[in-house]
């Protein structure tokens, strides 16, 4: 019996994709070609790998056992190029990273560009998704880090802390007051992230907040940090900030931020990846331009983190 890693790749991209023409676009093969060489290894195997009467396309049972030992056996031959990279002090190859999206624009200019100005063999591919996504992604291998708020309660992933952010109140009314205790945040009028984001869950397990109970007589949750702090802007109320968003205000908004408690809450930002990763080296020089991109004081462990998840 004679299987390729060709057709591992492809019966991989199929499940990872659940689409033909994804998959074989992800691969760089025709689909034709894709389709035929999946053929061909359910031949020679003697087995359906794919279940083709479901939309979209599904693993059969035995055929969900196959593509779990083709990852493994992929992976293990990914480790043998990167054994041979890291012997040779090589940094150098594509490293995918997913970022949350209330890190993503405040991080990512101001490591990006130097990480690749220093290590020109590096390609970084970079996606903003929500965490969950980026943690599906982790174990289906389409990413290989991912740059995440933590801890996280999840066996199969692995994390290196990296810094801490302080969480900051924005509001319009402060009274030029150094901090507020925790008892005196605005929750009822309080603007709040879109379900899905981890920042969310920050907020509302910080301020105690019960959503259904809020007395806005206009409710409204966005993606977005910025758009939050507009409607702070012009409409009152408050909202939570993280440092690196903080540290983007001018300073006519800078007066508006206030700490929390005089302890301050804060969030642990790491890198996190599964056990079967073999870019070690690229997640080490990855996580090294972050710390250095960051203000010294956050990388200092905070034992006050907020609990997300």
């Not at 992604?137 to 995440?148: R, S």
Request: charged share 25%.
């Amino acid at each position: 019996m004679n299987i390729s890693l060709q057709q591992l790749e492809y019966i991989v991209a199929v499940d990872t994709y659940r689409h033909y023409v994804t998959a074989a676009e992800e691969t760089f093969v025709t689909q034709p070609t894709l389709s035929m060489q999946i053929k061909k290894l359910e031949e020679q195997l003697g087995i359906t790998v794919f279940d083709r009467s479901k939309q979209p396309i599904v693993p059969t049972d035995l055929g969900r056992l196959i593509i779990e030992q083709a990852r493994t056996i992929l992976n293990q031959t990914k480790q043998i190029e990167e054994i041979i990279k890291n012997h040779n002090e090589v940094v150098g190859g594509e490293i995918n990273l997913g970022v949350i999206p209330t890190l993503a624009p405040y991080i990512i200019p101001k490591f990006a560009g130097e990480l690749l100005r220093k290590y020109p063999d590096v390609g970084l591919n970079i996606k903003e998704l929500m965490t969950h996504e980026i943690i599906q992604e982790l174990k289906n291998e389409t990413l290989d880090v991912g740059l995440i708020v933590t801890p996280i309660k999840d066996k199969g992933l692995f994390y290196n802390s990296l810094f801490y952010e302080e969480i900051l109140l924005y509001s319009d009314d402060i009274n030029k007051k150094k901090y507020l205790s925790f008892k005196q945040l605005p929750t009822e009028s309080m603007w709040l992230l879109s379900h899905g984001h981890c920042f969310r869950n920050q907020m509302v397990n910080l301020c105690q907040i019960a959503t259904e109970q809020q007395h806005l007589n206009f409710k409204y949750e966005s993606g977005s940090l910025e758009t939050l702090k507009k409607m702070v802007d012009q409409e009152g109320g408050a909202t939570l900030f993280p440092e690196l968003a903080v540290l983007e205000l001018n300073k006519k908004d800078s007066a508006k931020v206030v700490h929390i408690g005089e302890e301050h809450p804060y969030r642990e930002v790491s890198l996190v990846f599964t056990r079967s990763q073999v870019k070690t080296k690229l997640i080490e020089v990855l996580g090294n331009e972050i710390k250095e991109a960051v203000p010294s004081h956050m990388l200092e462990k905070r034992s006050n983190v907020v609990e997300w998840s």
